[in-house]
């Protein structure tokens, strides 16, 4: 079973910055796992933002591409989302998702508010 803890999260004002960490454990296998990060706005449906594969390759939603960064450091079994130029819209929970195979995991998320 794999648990996924994420932090980072926050008030921040329009056009500021934020990095996300996810941190993962249960699994000796979590680099070859798919990581991704998810938001949920208030009434709306969960979204990708990002993903990252075993061999590092990236994906991103068109709302994030140019602003964020995702990443991950095997060795410390964590995930990484670097937001830049936030905007108000960016306003939403986070969370950190792991898939392999058939599996997938979710963290509890983190709150990020965009807001002067």
């Known amino acids: 079973q794999v648990q996924l803890v994420e932090s980072g999260g926050g008030l921040v004002q329009p056009g500021g910055s934020l990095r996300l960490s996810c941190a993962a454990s249960?699994?000796?296998?979590?680099?070859?796992?798919?990581m991704g990060w998810y938001r949920q706005a208030p009434g709306m449906q969960r979204e990708l933002v990002a993903d990252i594969t075993s061999a590092r390759i990236t994906n991103y939603a068109d709302s994030a591409k140019g602003r964020f960064t995702i990443s991950r450091d095997n060795a410390k079994n964590t995930v990484y989302l670097q937001m830049n130029s936030l905007k108000p819209e960016d306003s939403a929970v986070y969370y950190c998702n792991a898939a392999r195979q058939l599996s997938t995991y979710w963290g509890k998320g983190t709150l990020v508010t965009v807001s002067s």
């Open positions: 249960g699994s000796t296998f979590i680099s070859l796992f798919l």
